[in-house]
């Protein structure tokens, strides 16, 4: 549910596949060698630019896989994109059954299950970040939820979450955030998020 979208020209995109801490630099080798991508190419990190490491690899001639280091959420991720959906659900299917990945029920349960703010925190933004492509509830309320938050970090995180997850349904609550958030860079943070939504053709619920 929600693991593939439409995005351009009739390109297909999967959600994010978020990765455990645990997965090292030679598990994702080894991935790739085990499963034949060819590497297409890639970016190198510049912190000073703000750019991240990135790679794309080739599937077969239809698939892709991208794999991302986002020192802005700190987490690394996989997504699969391309012209024909068996091939992508193959593929999201083989990235998941032989390296660790963040199931939908674990980002949710960590983000239940953390107390404190700064790790409450960062279980928000990886929901966000790993979130599937269509509106789901129990990922809609919870970080909604944490947009209500008192701690002024979860709420930030909230907000980022809905960045990287920009659904119809947060619009309402991201316009209040940027118009009366207690923290000014909270609010200024929603309504830069509001923007950008509405510059990449986001609507209202």
């Given at each position: 549910m929600g693991?593939?979208?439409?995005?351009?020209?009739?390109?297909?995109?999967?959600?994010?596949?978020?990765?455990?801490?645990?997965?090292?630099?030679?598990?994702?080798?080894?991935?790739?060698?085990?499963?034949?991508?060819?590497?297409?190419?890639y970016v190198k990190k510049d912190a000073d630019r703000g750019v991240d490491f990135a790679a794309t690899w080739q599937i077969d001639e239809a698939v892709e896989?991208?794999?991302?280091?986002?020192?802005?959420?700190?987490?690394?991720?996989?997504?699969?994109?391309?012209?024909e959906l068996g091939r992508i659900e193959e593929a999201l299917n083989n990235v998941?059954?032989?390296?660790?990945?963040?199931?939908?029920?674990?980002?949710?349960?960590?983000?239940?299950?953390?107390?404190?703010?700064?790790?409450?925190g960062k279980a928000v933004l990886r929901l966000g970040l790993g979130a599937p492509l269509k509106t789901v509830d129990s990922v809609k309320?919870?970080?909604?939820?944490?947009?209500?938050?008192?701690?002024?970090?979860?709420?930030?995180?909230?907000?980022?979450?809905?960045?990287?997850?920009?659904w119809p349904e947060y619009w309402e609550r991201l316009a209040e955030m940027a118009e009366g958030d207690p923290d000014e860079t909270v609010a200024r943070e929603a309504a830069f998020v509001m923007q950008a939504l509405s510059e990449s053709g986001g609507e209202r619920s």
């Open positions: 693991e593939v979208a439409v995005a351009q020209e009739g390109i297909l995109v999967s959600r994010r596949l978020v990765l455990k801490d645990s997965v090292t630099p030679d598990d994702i080798e080894r991935l790739v060698e085990t499963l034949h991508w060819q590497l297409a190419g896989a991208h794999f991302t280091e986002d020192s802005y959420a700190d987490e690394r991720y996989f997504v699969v994109s391309g012209a998941q059954t032989k390296i660790l990945i963040w199931s939908l029920d674990e980002l949710i349960l960590e983000v239940d299950g953390n107390i404190y703010p700064a790790s409450k309320d919870r970080i909604l939820g944490a947009s209500k938050n008192p701690e002024t970090r979860v709420r930030r995180r909230a907000v980022q979450a809905m960045a990287y997850t920009p």
